[in-house]
């Protein structure tokens, strides 16, 4: 039996690399705490949609977040700006 989070009407707004991430936090009776992260990046023409992930269930509100910070970060890594990260040699 699946366990689908009741939203709590918790929402957050943050930046991180310069996207906009809409965090909503849900609760099931038993289960635990998760997050919805939506992730927006781009303006006008250079806006390429967004993405969307869940955590899993975690016994606290601050566990869920902080698992789906991680996930945010680790996708947003991926799409990193390889212009602005090239490394330099120092001989």
């Not at 929402?11 to 705490?33: F, N, P, R, S």
């Not at 902080?66 to 990193?80: I, K, M, P, Q, R």
Request: hydrophobic share 30%.
């Amino acid at each position: 039996m699946e366990h689908s989070p009741r939203p709590t009407d918790d929402q957050k707004d943050i930046m991180i690399g310069g996207c906009h991430v809409h965090l909503t936090y849900g609760q099931a009776a038993g289960v635990g705490w998760t997050v919805r992260a939506t992730i927006r990046c781009g303006t006008g023409d250079h806006h390429p949609g967004e993405q969307s992930l869940v955590t899993e269930a975690f016994d606290s509100r601050e566990a869920a977040e902080h698992d789906a910070l991680e996930h945010v970060s680790e996708l947003l890594g991926n799409n990193t700006d390889r212009s602005r990260t090239r490394v330099r040699n120092w001989s």
